[in-house]
């Protein structure tokens, strides 16, 4: 690796700075302590312009029931959403209605939080999105099934969209309706929910781990098994690059009859029913989740770790690469850019302002990255590690009056394989103080 590199990739993103556009300088800061902006999520969407930035503090945000407006954030608008720390707690979200060359950015959020009951919708929804969409370090976890015998509800629903990437994302679906939860007299449990359905979408997901919900617990007699959902369903007219990561169908619950087994099965890594659908798999192995255990210790059927009765399926070996920066920096900090892939690839970057999703051919991978790019910058080899690691620093004053540039990174190898893509990453950089 040169020693010139950390120079040449700060120049590359003053540059980028440089050519901002006006509506990018726009940093709203939500913070629970009143430190920031605003107190909610809420009004830092009511107040972003398109193209804006919200920078959200640690915390909690989810709110405290239904009806209270951080229980749902509905965003149609571009604007890029950031988690400071470990990431705070945030309500349900809906991106819908984003044009052609306009972007969605969610990162570091944590869509987890436990809601009142007479709730019907998924944790991330991604609807009618002719734009890109890009979720990356975020855990988006399924709500419980609210009613007798009711299945949990999806992590995340994407449907007709054009471009959804999630990196190093946990998804999951929620657990069934449980017995034990509310109205624990005769209440039946529900199946556990998908992870994440797709309908009419292109999809990435690099990295991630995408889980099936569990079955709901039942205690009261005679106990009743439930299965476990589906980690990924796949409807028609949908294409999904899947690299690296997990993907595991959800556990049956336990302690139900020995003569219905089926009510104890685990659900299926990957469902497929598309007709005109393609999945392509690399370096990713689906499993089924575990069966239950009966009440005579025998256990229900694992689920299947694929099950395709429509469309097509690519399956390659190779290795899925990466490429990982913080979620913010300030100028002056030291940040580490790391691109992984097979040891003895040129490992290079791209680095832009604007996002697209651009699926390639087989094993490739998806080309994110528009508008004005630098590069690719050569940074160096794989080690033998796997992975190639780069000090990156912006020095004070090289933000040319913004409070703050959301900077868009693709690492890409060269080697044996040829070109390989490796997932996006989303870095804000921010001014000292802010």
Do not use: W
């Not at 149609?76 to 052609?100: Q, S, Y």
């Not at 590690?385 to 040319?400: A, I, K, R």
């Amino acid at each position: 690796m040169s020693p010139r590199s950390p120079l040449c990739l700060v120049a590359v993103v003053l540059a980028l700075a440089a050519l901002a556009p006006p509506a990018a300088a726009g940093v709203i800061v939500v913070a629970m302590d009143g430190s920031g902006d605003t107190f909610s999520i809420t009004n830092a969407l009511n107040l972003a312009a398109p193209g804006d930035v919200i920078l959200v503090r640690e915390g909690s945000y989810f709110g405290i029931g239904p009806l209270d407006p951080e229980a749902f954030h509905y965003i149609d608008k571009p604007v890029t959403i950031v988690g400071e720390g470990t990431g705070p707690l945030v309500g349900m979200m809906r991106i819908f209605d984003i044009p052609a060359g306009q972007e969605v950015v969610l990162r570091n959020l944590k869509l987890t939080g436990p809601f009142g009951s007479g709730i019907f919708l998924e944790k991330l929804g991604v609807r009618d999105c002719a734009g890109t969409v890009v979720v990356e370090d975020c855990q988006l976890v399924g709500l419980a099934g609210t009613f007798a015998d009711l299945e949990g509800f999806p992590g995340v629903d994407v449907r007709n969209s054009a471009g959804v990437t999630f990196t190093r994302c946990t998804i999951r679906g929620g657990t069934g309706m449980s017995s034990l939860s509310a109205f624990p007299f005769g209440v039946v449990p529900g199946p556990g929910g998908p992870g994440l359905l797709v309908d009419g979408s292109k999809v990435a997901l690099q990295h991630c781990t995408v889980t099936g919900g569990a079955g709901g617990v039942d205690t009261v007699e005679p106990i009743e098994s439930k299965p476990g959902g589906d980690a990924l369903s796949i409807a028609e007219n949908s294409t999904l690059f899947v690299a690296g990561g997990s993907i595991t169908g959800g556990k049956a619950s336990d302690g139900g009859s020995p003569e219905l087994p089926l009510e104890a099965a685990g659900g299926d890594g990957i469902v497929q029913t598309g007709s005109f659908s393609t999945l392509r798999l690399v370096g990713v192995t689906p499993q089924g989740g575990a069966g239950g255990v009966m009440s005579d210790a025998s256990t229900g059927p694992d689920g299947a770790p694929m099950s395709i009765t429509a469309g097509s399926v690519e399956t390659f070996g190779e290795l899925a690469r990466g490429t990982s920066m913080p979620a913010t920096l300030n100028l002056g900090e030291v940040a580490t850019l790391q691109v992984s892939g097979a040891p003895g690839e040129l490992a290079k970057v791209i680095v832009g302002l604007d996002l697209l999703h651009a699926q390639l051919g087989g094993k490739k991978g998806v080309f994110n990255l528009s508008g004005s790019l630098i590069g690719p910058v050569v940074l160096g080899t794989i080690p033998p590690s796997g992975v190639l690691e780069l000090p990156v620093s912006f020095p004070s004053g090289s933000l040319l009056g913004l409070e703050g540039l959301r900077v868009q990174l693709q690492g890409l190898t060269f080697g044996a394989e040829g070109l390989m893509f490796a997932n996006p990453t989303t870095t804000l950089v921010l001014v000292e103080g802010l």
